[in-house]
C-alpha cells in the first residue's frame, strides 16, 4: 500500500499537517488538496487518487461532495470530524466511509486508511464485474435481436440464422455483436441478398 495517494480537504491547517505527517510516515502521498467541497471534488476528479481525506469543517456542501465520491466511487473516502465541524452526518446513508475525530492518532489513522482502501479495490472490482456482464448481456441481447430480423427476412430456423451471423462475423472479422448492430442499420441485410 505504500504508493497510495491521496487528496485531502481539511481546513485547519495544524489538523492538515498532522494527518500529512501520519500519511507520510506509511509511504503515502498528498497529491491534491481542496478548499471547499465542490473545489475538492474537482481535485478528485482531475487527479483521480485511490483515497479523499475530507474534514466535515470544510466551507461548502461537504455531505454532498462526500456522497458524489462515494456514489460513483471515485476513491475510497474518509471523513475527519474535528471540534469546528457542526454538520449533521446522519443524511448519509451510505456505510462505505468511516469518520474520525481529529486530532486522530497516527496508527489508527493508517489502520483505518488500509481497510478503507482494501474495501474501495473490493468496490471496484464488482463494479468492473457488473459493468462486463451489462456489456455481455446488452451483446447477447442484440445479437438475439438479430437474429430474429434474420429468421424473419430469410425464414430460417433460430440456429440457421445464428451460423448466418456467425459466418458473416468470421468473413467480416468483426465480432458478433458488431454485425449484429449493422442489421439494424438497414443496409446490412440489403447487402447480403
Known amino acids: ?3 497510495l495517494e491521496y487528496c485531502l480537504g481539511v481546513p485547519d491547517p495544524v489538523d492538515r499537517r498532522a494527518v500529512i505527517s501520519a500519511l507520510s510516515l506509511n509511504g503515502l502521498s498528498c497529491v491534491g488538496e481542496g478548499y471547499d467541497g465542490g473545489h475538492f471534488l474537482r ?9 479523499a481525506i475530507l474534514d466535515l469543517a470544510l466551507p ?3 455531505l454532498e461532495t462526500a456522497a458524489i465520491i462515494d456514489q460513483e466511487c ?3 473516502l474518509l471523513l475527519l470530524e474535528g471540534k469546528r465541524s457542526k454538520r449533521n452526518v446522519v443524511n448519509l446513508n451510505r456505510s462505505t466511509f468511516i469518520i474520525l475525530k481529529l486530532p486522530v492518532q497516527e496508527m489508527l489513522l493508517n489502520s483505518v486508511v488500509e481497510v478503507l482502501y482494501m474495501e474501495f479495490k473490493r468496490r471496484q472490482k464488482m463494479q468492473q464485474e457488473i459493468s462486463a456482464l451489462r456489456a455481455k448481456l446488452q ?9 430474429g430480423v434474420i429468421m424473419k427476412e430469410f ?7 445464428y451460423r448466418f451471423l ?3 462475423s468470421m468473413d467480416l472479422r468483426l465480432p458478433l455483436k458488431e454485425v449484429a448492430e449493422t442489421i439494424f442499420k438497414g443496409n446490412f441485410l440489403k447487402k447480403t441478398n
Do not use: D, H, W, Y
Open 60 to 62: 461548502g456542501n461537504v
Open 74 to 76: 471515485l476513491a475510497a
Open 139 to 147: 451483446a447477447r441481447t442484440i445479437v438475439e435481436r438479430a437474429k
Open 155 to 161: 425464414s430460417f430456423s433460430e440456429e440457421q440464422a
Open 43 to 51: 481535485v478528485v476528479r482531475t487527479v483521480q487518487p485511490q483515497l
Open 1 to 3: 500500500m505504500n504508493t
Open 166 to 168: 456467425q459466418k458473416k
